[in-house]
């Protein structure tokens, strides 16, 4: 059974199960809501985004950009980079914010989505 999705959630962003907890439809749900957001911030918001190597990372790291592109949100898919980096190009790339889709170092059938502020 999934988790309750308060239990998802952890200081920048959410976490578990890929496939089961973190599912293409969370990350449309969590895209939709970081657009509501966003478009509070700019007019023209734009998100950099990236993922790590983890096989569940493309299918989720899709379903969030569609989503925040159909909010109206511009994204550059970085590609597969570091947290750390994407939140430096964040800052050097003027953009609105960032969305990495990693589970840092939890197990390889763990993923999760971070969400990265311009500061």
Same mark, same amino acid.
């Given at each position: +059974? ?11 962003g959410v976490r578990g199960l890929a496939g089961s =907890?973190?599912?293409? $439809?969370?990350? *449309? *749900? ?9 478009? $509070?911030?700019? /007019? ?6 990236? *993922? ?6 493309p299918e989720l790291a899709e379903a969030i950009s569609?989503?925040?592109? =159909? ?5 550059? /898919?970085? &590609? ?7 939140? +430096? ?10 969305? #990495? ?11 999760? #989505?971070?969400?990265? &502020?311009?500061?």
């Open positions: +059974m999934p988790a309750q999705p308060h239990s998802l959630f952890g200081t920048d =907890e973190i599912t293409p $439809e969370l990350a *449309r *749900r969590v895209g939709r809501a970081f657009a509501v957001v966003l478009r $509070e911030q700019a /007019d023209a918001p734009a998100v950099l985004l990236a *993922r790590d190597t983890r096989l569940s990372g569609g989503a925040l592109r =159909e909010c109206g949100v511009g994204v550059v /898919d970085c &590609g597969v980079i570091p947290t750390g980096a994407l939140c +430096m190009l964040v800052g050097a790339r003027d953009a609105t914010a960032g969305v #990495i889709i990693s589970a840092s170092h939890n197990p390889p059938d763990s993923n999760g #989505i971070k969400l990265v &502020g311009y500061d």
